[in-house]
């Protein structure tokens, strides 16, 4: 499938106020994200990652800037359109899982797609069942959250984002809760996403991962303070870390 630009990010920046002090989260950002490829975004803990992950898709609004997606600008959406925005195009895995804790593990998958995706509801339970075999928790769909370890509801979690076959698929720190093979299983499947004309934009402090992207960008003080562009990423199963 032919590359198109999915995200275009210009002069974006987001500041908070905390008391009497202003913080830079983001600063003049510019950034255009293809197609068909992974995105990998390294840096230190408070460097602006997540809050980049956050202004794409759609849950904050950049202080200035302009965030265009798939052609229409999104930064000056309001709520109701927002959440129209993030239902058709975005599927975020959390660091924090964010898990209903009385759903099971299958309701966590099925509530997203019946209720924010009005999928029908038997539709709904076997493609959650589908993507919670292609995590490796094909047997624990009836488990609830604390039932589930860290790792199995990481898994979850990506079984939910992946579930809604979205265009754009936002990860951050998708492998922190996940042993090392399970962990190169995971990003397999993370990055077989990008197969087919959508974008992988995955957040991570572990370096060994820039090896897949096919753009790395390296972010500090909430700038982006280098870009790299690889055409031949290496296949996540040479990983070693």
Wanted: proline share 3%; aromatic share 6%; net charge neutral.
């Amino acid at each position: 499938m032919r590359e198109r630009t999915l995200i275009d990010i210009k002069g974006m920046s987001k500041s908070y106020r905390m008391g009497e002090v202003t913080v830079h989260a983001l600063r003049d950002l510019n950034l255009s994200v293809r197609s068909n490829q992974v995105t990998i975004i390294l840096g230190p803990s408070g460097c602006g990652k997540t809050t980049l992950l956050n202004q794409i898709g759609g849950i904050d609004s950049p202080t200035k800037g302009t965030i265009t997606v798939n052609g229409k600008q999104i930064q000056n959406l309001n709520q109701k359109q927002l959440t129209m925005y993030r239902q058709r195009n975005i599927g975020f895995v959390f660091q924090f899982f964010n898990l209903i804790p009385n759903l099971t593990a299958s309701e966590n998958v099925e509530f997203v797609l019946e209720y924010v995706m009005d999928m029908p509801s038997k539709d709904a339970h076997e493609r959650a069942q589908g993507y919670l075999e292609k995590v490796g928790l094909g047997d624990r769909g009836d488990h609830y959250p604390f039932q589930l370890s860290g790792g199995e509801q990481q898994r979850v979690s990506i079984a939910r984002a992946l579930a809604k076959e979205p265009l754009i698929l936002l990860a951050d720190e998708p492998t922190g809760e996940l042993d090392y093979t399970t962990g190169k299983k995971i990003l397999k499947l993370l990055t077989s996403v990008a197969n087919d004309g959508r974008a992988v934009m995955i957040v991570t402090h572990n370096k060994e991962l820039a090896k897949i992207g096919h753009k790395v960008l390296y972010l500090r003080d909430g700038r982006i303070v280098k870009e790299e562009r690889n055409d031949d990423p290496e296949d996540v199963t040479k990983l070693e870390w």
